[in-house]
């Protein structure tokens, strides 16, 4: 089965950096997916990590480790356009490659 | 591009009717899956299907049934709805599994607003 833990909620300003994190167990693991959701639309893909260590793509970030079923979602130079659920999706490998869902993290900018 | 497509966007049901949603991809993607989300549940994967002709089942197949007769359709079928399944319906495709060592991400469509009374 797979465990995943992510904080509900946060707020940030405009302008600053925000880290979303995701403690996770599973069995088969084979990477891990960011999604954005923003309200009342579907899920998009931000971003994936496999190997431990950090990857960047413009001003989102993803970071994982493996050896602690760890990874987190930095977000820089906030923008209002950014407040939106994160979705921290582990990705079983064991012969299924099904993706188990966090329940999300709704991130709200303010000015 | 059209993506992933899901209709209909929105349905009011009755308890104990039937429906199908359908889910069309026009990506050549092997993988189609349906989800369900629900407040504070997250994403729950219903059932998925890894090419033409095949179906498995996910987290929470009971009351529902699938069928993939062509590669770019994916249908759900509710055949006697309860309130319980009042939720929001989330089709999605990707190219396969792995890709040249890289595991694909999932597209998403915009979604089947479904009400049960």
């Known amino acids: 089965g797979q465990n995943i833990d992510q904080p509900t909620e946060m707020t940030a300003t405009e302008g600053a950096i925000v880290q979303i994190n995701c403690t996770y167990q599973?069995?088969?693991?084979?990477?891990l997916f960011w999604y954005q959701q923003h309200a009342g639309e579907a899920p998009t893909f931000l971003s994936y990590?496999?190997?431990?260590g950090l990857e960047e793509k413009g001003r989102f970030s993803s970071f994982l480790s493996r050896s602690k079923g760890y990874s987190y979602l930095l977000l820089k130079e906030l923008q209002m356009k950014d407040s939106a659920s994160y979705l921290c999706a582990p990705l079983n490998g064991a012969g299924s490659y099904q993706l188990t869902f966090g329940k999300g993290t709704k991130l709200s900018v303010i000015p | 591009n059209a993506g992933v497509t899901q209709t209909p966007k929105f349905r009011v049901l009755k308890t104990g009717q039937s429906m199908t949603l359908l889910c069309a991809q026009d990506?050549?993607?092997?993988?189609m899956y349906w989800y369900r989300q629900d407040p504070g549940m997250g994403l729950r994967l219903i059932h998925y299907?890894?090419?033409?002709?095949?179906?498995a089942k996910g987290e929470v197949p009971d009351g529902y049934n699938v069928s993939r007769l062509k590669k770019q359709n994916f249908l759900l079928g509710l055949e006697s709805a309860a309130p319980s399944q009042t939720s929001v319906y989330f089709c999605?495709?990707?190219?396969?599994?792995?890709?040249?060592?890289?595991?694909?991400?999932?597209?998403f469509g915009d979604g089947t607003r479904l009400s049960i009374l």
């Open positions: 990506m050549n993607h092997e993988y």
């Open positions: 299907s890894v090419g033409e002709g095949t179906t």
């Open positions: 990590n496999v190997l431990d």
């Open positions: 999605a495709s990707s190219y396969s599994a792995v890709l040249g060592g890289s595991n694909q991400p999932q597209h």
């Open positions: 599973t069995s088969g693991f084979n990477g």
